[in-house]
């Protein structure tokens, strides 16, 4: 007797595509929950942050810069760390969590470092840079850890591999000469 086909419904295709369920993490793994939990919760921090920044702005940038520049940085922020969190709660999305990831290192660099530069030498912002830089550290192991998944894409292997061809093709002409 044949078993009747189970049909999986979109609800459940869509629960299988998120982080938390056991197919796209190890249960047996320690690091689990930066995945989890962690890692969402850091864009979505940052999401409030940028949403934060539209629509009551920051003291120092609003000081530094007009206000539709600070409304900009504040959607960028938003824009940035919407796309990380899409990543990072999609596994197979993870391209898309590198560029937010990317955006907002580069959205709370350029933030500490334009307070750092710009800001009196009398107003004693170091705390607020400091913070800021730290913010970006953190970034650090997950990028780490997305790049390495990047390059051993075999679309991004056959690329390099190609390139090492045509390097090593150019040498050995150079070499004829």
């Not at 934060?52 to 000081?63: C, H, Q």
């Amino acid at each position: 007797m044949n078993k009747p086909i189970s049909v999986i419904s979109r609800w459940e295709r869509f629960k299988r595509a998120t982080v938390w369920n056991p197919i796209n993490t190890d249960p047996s793994d320690n690091y689990r929950h930066g995945p989890k939990v962690w890692y969402p919760m850091f864009d979505l921090f940052m999401v409030a942050l940028g949403v934060y920044a539209y629509f009551i702005g920051s003291p120092l940038l609003n000081l530094l810069f007009p206000a539709w520049f600070v409304d900009a940085f504040g959607l960028a922020i938003v824009g940035a760390s919407l796309l990380a969190a899409v990543g990072a709660v999609f596994p197979k999305l993870y391209r898309i969590e590198l560029l937010g990831k990317l955006g907002l290192v580069f959205l709370l660099g350029g933030y500490a470092g334009t307070i750092a530069w710009l800001s009196k030498v009398t107003d004693p912002n170091g705390f607020v840079v400091i913070t800021l830089f730290s913010l970006v550290w953190l970034l650090g192991p997950r990028l780490s850890w997305l790049f390495v998944r990047l390059g051993k894409e075999p679309r991004m292997q056959a690329f390099f591999q190609r390139l090492a061809t045509r390097k090593e093709a150019r040498k050995a002409r150079k070499t004829v000469r």
